[in-house]
């Protein structure tokens, strides 16, 4: 009986050595490449968008943004005149500008009617700018009193609104801050245009500090004169004597025209520099009255 009963405790034994050496074997890696290693992409479609997405081409602007003109691309729809127009943005909306730092003669003011290089400035902004593709470039405060969009209008490089100064076509004017951020090197375009004596600067006593001034004989950019007929400008120079040395009562005008004193202009002219000589007003870059 002890004798049988070792037997089976002996197959026993043998039965679950057997079970946990199939077991172990079932449980071994295998040879093959099943394993999902952390730094190894795999073919889930989850791995195939991360992997597409990081050779995704990136965006480039189109052909017309990357020609675009500086500030917000717009067309110009229409010019009121001058300084005022205008444009519609890709959006759809349509807004009226007035060009910053500037001011050109009026055309259609109530009460001043159509002033001398007016014509001529609305003619040249109408011939440069309507139905263009424009820049629209804002300062610090976007509006004016009116609702109008404050702005600079860039054509291709050119500041648009600079080159109404270049040609004489207009001032710099309502200069208020914070929106000054071309003021310097637009005045420096505008003493240019007073040496050469373009446009308004042609008019003597015309463009001032405080707005335009047509008298009742101004010349006009046509070689008229307004209120009666053309004079020779020999016939009207007055004849000053020469000041008494040492004295600095010649006047220069912001149009940089000095005036002698016993002028036609003398008096009313609010001197913006006084000079001691003549040659010292011309070195400075005034050229004198013919009135």
Same mark, same amino acid.
């Given at each position: 009986?002890?004798?049988?009963?070792?037997?089976?405790?002996?197959?026993?034994?043998?039965?679950?050595?057997?079970?946990?050496?199939?077991?172990?074997?079932?449980?071994?890696?295998?040879?093959?490449?099943?394993?999902?290693?952390?730094?190894?992409?795999?073919?889930?479609?989850?791995?195939?968008?991360?992997?597409?997405?990081?050779?995704?081409?990136?965006?480039?602007?189109?052909?017309?943004?990357?020609?675009?003109?500086?500030?917000?691309?717009?067309?110009?729809?229409?010019?009121?005149?001058?300084?005022?127009?205008?444009?519609?943005?890709?959006?759809?909306?349509?807004?009226?500008?007035?060009?910053?730092?500037?001011?050109?003669?009026?055309?259609?003011?109530?009460?001043?009617?159509?002033? /001398?290089?007016?014509?001529?400035?609305?003619? $040249?902004?109408? *011939? =440069?700018?309507?139905?263009? &593709?424009? +820049? !629209?470039?804002?300062?610090?405060?976007?509006?004016?009193?009116?609702?109008?969009?404050?702005?600079?209008?860039?054509?291709?490089?050119?500041?648009?609104?600079?080159?109404?100064?270049?040609?004489?076509?207009?001032?710099?004017?309502?200069?208020?801050? /914070?929106?000054?951020?071309?003021?310097?090197? $637009?005045?420096? *375009? =505008?003493?240019?245009?007073? &040496?050469? +004596? !373009?446009?308004?600067?042609?008019?003597?006593?015309?463009?001032?500090?405080?707005?335009?001034?047509?008298?009742?004989?101004?010349?006009?950019?046509?070689?008229?004169?307004?209120?009666?007929?053309?004079?020779?400008?020999?016939?009207?120079?007055?004849?000053?004597?020469?000041?008494?040395?040492?004295?600095?009562?010649?006047?220069?005008?912001?149009?940089?025209?000095?005036?002698?004193?016993?002028?036609?202009?003398?008096?009313?002219?609010?001197?913006?520099?006084?000079?001691?000589?003549?040659?010292?007003?011309?070195?400075?870059?005034?050229?004198?009255?013919?009135?």
């Amino acid at each position: 009986m002890r004798e049988k009963r070792r037997k089976s405790l002996t197959s026993l034994i043998v039965l679950l050595l057997t079970a946990l050496l199939i077991t172990g074997c079932a449980q071994a890696p295998s040879t093959g490449q099943t394993s999902t290693d952390p730094g190894q992409k795999t073919d889930s479609p989850a791995a195939k968008q991360e992997d597409s997405s990081s050779n995704d081409v990136k965006i480039t602007p189109s052909r017309d943004q990357t020609s675009a003109v500086k500030g917000m691309p717009a067309t110009v729809t229409y010019v009121v005149d001058g300084d005022t127009l205008d444009v519609k943005f890709k959006n759809g909306k349509t807004e009226r500008i007035r060009m910053l730092l500037i001011d050109t003669p009026e055309t259609k003011h109530p009460r001043l009617g159509v002033q /001398p290089f007016g014509p001529e400035s609305s003619k $040249f902004t109408k *011939t =440069q700018l309507t139905g263009k &593709k424009v +820049g !629209v470039e804002l300062d610090v405060s976007e509006r004016d009193k009116y609702g109008r969009l404050l702005a600079y209008i860039w054509i291709g490089k050119q500041n648009f609104n600079q080159l109404l100064l270049e040609k004489g076509l207009a001032r710099v004017a309502y200069v208020y801050p /914070p929106n000054t951020k071309y003021v310097d090197q $637009f005045r420096a *375009t =505008q003493e240019k245009a007073q &040496k050469a +004596g !373009v446009g308004i600067w042609s008019i003597e006593n015309y463009a001032q500090q405080d707005g335009f001034h047509a008298n009742s004989k101004t010349s006009t950019s046509n070689g008229t004169v307004s209120g009666g007929s053309q004079t020779n400008k020999q016939n009207t120079q007055v004849k000053t004597p020469e000041k008494p040395k040492g004295s600095c009562n010649i006047k220069g005008n912001q149009s940089r025209i000095y005036h002698m004193p016993g002028g036609q202009y003398y008096d009313r002219t609010k001197a913006e520099v006084m000079f001691c000589s003549e040659a010292e007003a011309q070195k400075a870059g005034y050229r004198k009255s013919q009135r």
